[in-house]
T-cell receptor
């Protein structure tokens, strides 16, 4: 399976934008890029996903590089509640055994 | 409707005893996943069910671990002869399917402590 690389941790100030990078240089043409986050003492929750085009939803934006070898999750205004571990995951739409494979993720710390 | 429900939320058991952890997925979700997360660690895949297909058991750490899914709905993860290293949070997730950009919904987990 194609793997992703993320920084171990990042810091942000409250109410400032946050850009969380993810490298996936071995991504295949059928891989979707998914982002999940895990708040303290909770199960992971879905944030956003995309294939080729940039995506926006109420939680975040996903910017995907033209060659799809990297992507960036954008939180437009970080709040203290956004402090979590953010996971970038590739899911192959053609793979019937399509479990989510979680890497180490990026621990985002938000300072007031 | 309700999300993914797991029970019990906490379980303390003695070393050597068997435990059963239950997962109620979202109604209509054909895919169901079990993961575990040790303290301060990432998520470790255990087993995956998709519809009527044979489950993917490639993540089960030993033959003490087994899981079943009855009627394509409720799933039970069983750990026999528990060991202290089995202590972790066991997370269940479900999704509509395992293709395209389907979102997986996670339960709150069962915190298992083996003493």
């Amino acid at each position: 399976d194609a793997k992703t690389t993320q920084p171990n941790s990042m810091e942000s100030n409250e109410e400032e934008p946050v850009h969380l990078p993810c490298n996936h240089s071995t991504i295949s043409g059928t891989d979707y890029i998914h982002w999940y986050r895990q708040l303290p003492s909770q199960g992971p929750e879905y944030v956003i996903h995309g294939l080729t085009s940039n995506v926006n939803n109420r939680m975040a934006s996903l910017a995907i590089a033209e060659d799809r070898k990297s992507s960036t999750l954008i939180l437009h205004r970080a709040t203290l509640r956004d402090a979590a571990v953010y996971y970038c995951i590739l899911r192959d739409q053609n793979n019937a055994g399509n479990m989510l494979t979680f890497g180490g993720g990026t621990r985002l710390m938000v300072k007031p | 409707g309700a999300g993914v429900s797991q029970s019990p939320s906490n379980k303390v058991t003695e070393k050597g005893k068997d435990v059963e952890l239950r997962c109620d997925p979202i109604s209509g979700h054909t895919a169901l996943y079990w993961y575990r997360q040790s303290l301060g660690q990432g998520l470790e895949f255990l087993i995956y069910f998709q519809g009527n297909s044979a489950p993917d058991k490639s993540g089960l750490p030993s033959d003490r671990f087994s899981a079943e899914r009855t009627g394509g709905s409720v799933s039970t993860l069983t750990i026999q002869r528990t060991q202290q290293e089995d202590s972790a949070v066991y997370l269940c997730a479900s999704s509509l399917g395992a293709v395209l950009g389907t979102e997986a919904f996670f339960g709150q987990g069962t915190r298992l402590t083996v003493v």
